[in-house]
């Protein structure tokens, strides 16, 4: 049996991009509908009120374009929202446990780093499921990061990301963590940089570590399918997501179609 729907995937913008980069790399048959809420970003340093009535509109589209399952590829909804979601039909999946699965397989000191955006380090989502394993959780809110992401600098300027990378993770100076978790979309782009400052660290790629694991459950739920290609929606300027999506894509092309988020 199979299961020819498209994998819904959302994220407040460009981000998630990198899950659709993980999809097309371990699923290359599955179709995909993208929705970033490009009209609304950022959601990092939004309440949890909104983070959460976006997150709903967000899932009301994608179930409009008939989807199997939907994967939250944002680290800010993934901590702060995925419980709190009303009942859409379909199962929505979060970067959160995938990615502390990952982290505690991986460290040996029995201490985790996580970075993320304001709202995802404040929700201490991470931290609480780290500790079901006793594992102890320390974090760092990276806000700068994100723009200077999407902005193509760790291309272009890649010693000012590293300069601001090294403020921030001078947090875990001394903390005794082996393993950091990149609790935000768009920080897999700044790996390397982070390899440079973080030598012999292991780094968890959320949104890489989920579609993982919803590969598995489409696989043991015999819903996987050959849609093969993938639909990009977005709610502002489908011109202005086009241009920066190469720094998440791999510089696969990418067309987006505009639509009114405010209507779902
Ligand atoms: N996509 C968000 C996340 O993964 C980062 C950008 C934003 O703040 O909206 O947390």
Redesign the pocket.
């Known amino acids: 049996m199979s299961d020819n729907r498209a994998i819904g995937v959302f ?3 460009l ?2 991009l990198c899950a659709v980069r993980a999809i097309h790399s371990l699923m290359p048959d599955e179709g995909v509908v993208y929705f970033g809420d490009t009209g609304r ?5 939004r309440s949890n009120e909104k983070i959460v009535s976006f997150a709903n509109g967000d899932i009301r589209f994608l179930m409009s374009r008939d989807v199997k399952i939907i994967l939250a590829a ?3 909804v993934s901590s702060v929202a995925l419980d709190r979601l009303s009942p859409c039909g379909v199962r929505v999946f979060g970067v959160v446990k995938p990615a502390v699965a990952a982290a505690v397989s991986s460290t040996a000191t029995g201490r985790v780093g996580i970075i ?2 304001d709202a ?1 380090v404040m929700s201490r989502a991470f931290d609480i499921e780290l500790a079901k394993y006793g594992i102890e959780a320390v974090s760092a809110a990276c806000p700068l990061l ?1 723009s200077l992401i999407e902005n193509g600098f760790c291309a272009t300027h890649p010693d000012i990301v590293t300069t601001v990378l090294r403020a921030y993770l001078s947090r875990f100076d001394d903390s005794g963590i082996d393993t950091l978790i990149l609790g ?3 920080f897999p782009i700044a790996e390397h940089l982070i390899r440079g400052i973080m030598p012999g660290m292991t780094l968890i790629d959320t949104t890489y570590e989920a579609v993982k694991q919803l590969k598995g459950v489409l696989t043991d739920n015999n819903m996987c399918g050959n849609a093969g290609k993938t639909e990009y929606f977005v709610s502002d300027s489908a011109i202005g997501f086009e241009n920066k999506a190469a720094v998440f894509s791999a510089g696969e092309p990418i067309k987006a179609v505009q639509i009114n988020i405010e209507d779902y």
């Open positions: 994220d407040s913008g981000g998630g970003l950022p959601y990092g340093t944002c680290g800010t993320g955006t995802t994100v935000c979309t768009h």
